[in-house]
């Protein structure tokens, strides 16, 4: 292969964890928010490491190799079971409890909108050394759609494993009901997951054509949406003053964001008065 075009493509796989650090520029004001993605992306690196592990062991048990397994001729509904039961399960545990890690280590109290972050900064790390692993077997010319597509979509399953996790840790659940909210959001992700590798594998999608490219679009919205739900749960627990880095307006409020321009505000001071907890809906 070309040199130039395989230093280009090189760069091209850091891509999506640059893309996603411009679009999110404005929360970086909030040292911790910037800290956790950091930290994550490096994290997530070591997820796929402890994956590689955890299929080890999987084979071992079972006595064959996943990849052949997965490659075989077998029916649909074996693929299904595997690609959910076991990839899905396997990838989408590690991912969330490694972030989970991250999150805890960097802020004790795991603010809604730092769960986010850390999950998603896995996410991104680990699907830069997937990407790596496919360009060193398969080449640049296959791989540079997929770039794109499974970044994107450990993003999404990220995403939406925060949600479901960040809920209750807003509204200062037991630990119980805490843990059961972690093993339901690493459930979801491991079924759409699962159901996303078995659509990819089974249809043989391997170019960006119009399934995907609407997959994708959904994917992008969910991950919009799934920013915008934590961002509102991600309150603190007094009235503050605070300064906007981003459109410059000075409020009082306990919304950790902007309600002008969505920036992470800087909390100039504290008023000391403690902000009544919401009912529920
Ligand atoms: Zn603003």
Redesign the pocket.
């Known amino acids: 292969m070309n040199q130039t075009y395989g230093l280009i493509f090189f760069l091209f796989l850091f891509a999506p964890i640059f893309v996603f650090y411009e679009i999110f520029k404005k929360h970086w004001a909030d040292k911790t928010l910037k800290k956790t993605f950091w930290i994550a992306v490096p994290a997530g690196v070591g997820a796929v490491f402890l994956t590689r592990f955890a299929y080890l062991l999987v084979e071992f048990f079972l006595g064959y190799d996943l990849r052949s397994f997965l490659s075989g001729n077998h029916s649909w509904q074996y693929l299904l079971m595997a690609s959910i039961c076991v990839v899905g399960l396997i990838e989408e545990f590690i991912k969330t409890a490694v972030g989970m890690v991250v999150a805890t280590l960097v802020d004790s109290e795991r603010g809604s909108t730092v769960i986010f972050i850390s999950l998603v900064g896995c996410a991104l790390g680990f699907s830069l050394i997937e990407n790596f692993h496919y360009y060193t077997n398969f080449g640049a010319s296959v791989v540079v759609p997929r770039v794109l597509i499974s970044a994107t979509a450990h993003l999404f399953f990220a995403a939406v494993c925060s949600v479901i996790i960040a809920k209750p840790n807003a509204k200062k659940r037991s630990d119980c009901k805490i843990s059961l909210r972690i093993i339901a959001g690493i459930l979801v992700a491991s079924v759409i997951h699962g159901l996303f590798n078995f659509m990819v594998f089974y249809y043989e999608i391997v170019a960006l054509n119009g399934i995907m490219l609407s997959i994708m679009f959904v994917f992008l919205l969910g991950i919009y949406e799934a920013w915008i739900s934590v961002m509102k749960m991600d309150e603190q627990k007094v009235l503050c003053l605070t300064g ?1 880095p ?4 000075i409020a009082f409020h306990h919304s950790r964001f ?1 309600s ?4 992470r ?1 800087n909390v100039l001071r504290k008023t000391g008065m403690i902000v009544e907890e919401k009912k529920d809906n």
């Not at 981003?246 to 307006?249: A, D």
Request: glycine share 28%; proline share 0%; net charge neutral.
């Open positions: 906007c981003g459109c410059g307006s902007c002008l321009c969505g920036s505000v």
